[in-house]
């Protein structure tokens, strides 16, 4: 059974950073590109971003470059989202997933296994 699990979230004042978590099992990890995705109160899921199943190429969202960083540990089977200069609009559930392939994929609809996310909330 495939599970993505997230960690991480919580309540931070504007400026402040967290990291993100997602640990994967059932799957073999370092055949699988990740993504994160995220989705404030009302609004569409938006993609933040995805990196490769080798590491080496990233992808992110403009609301969030510079500023964010995807990376892998596929020795622990997780995904990290590592996240400075939060604002209060990046106030939103953050879920990870996860596509076998080779490529970075930033479509909702390409990726296979979702983690049910964790609740980010940046104040002013």
């Known amino acids: 059974q495939v599970q993505l699990v997230e960690s991480g979230g919580g309540l931070v004042q504007a400026g402040g950073s967290l990291r993100l978590s997602c640990a994967v099992s059932?799957?073999?990890?370092?055949?699988?590109?990740m993504g994160w995705f995220r989705q404030a109160p009302g609004k569409e899921r938006e993609f933040v971003a995805a990196?490769?199943?080798?590491?080496?190429?990233?992808n992110y969202a403009v609301s969030v470059k510079g500023r964010s960083t995807i990376f892998r540990d596929d020795a622990k089977n997780t995904v990290y989202l590592q996240m400075n200069n939060l604002k209060p609009e990046d106030t939103a559930v953050y879920s990870c997933?996860?596509?076998?392939?080779?490529?970075?994929?930033?479509?909702?609809?390409?990726?296979?296994?979702w983690g049910k996310g964790t609740q980010v909330t940046v104040s002013s």
């Open positions: 990196i490769s199943w080798s590491g080496g190429t990233t």
């Open positions: 997933a996860a596509v076998e392939g080779s490529y970075v994929y930033t479509r909702q609809y390409d990726y296979d296994y």
């Open positions: 059932g799957l073999t990890f370092r055949h699988y590109a």
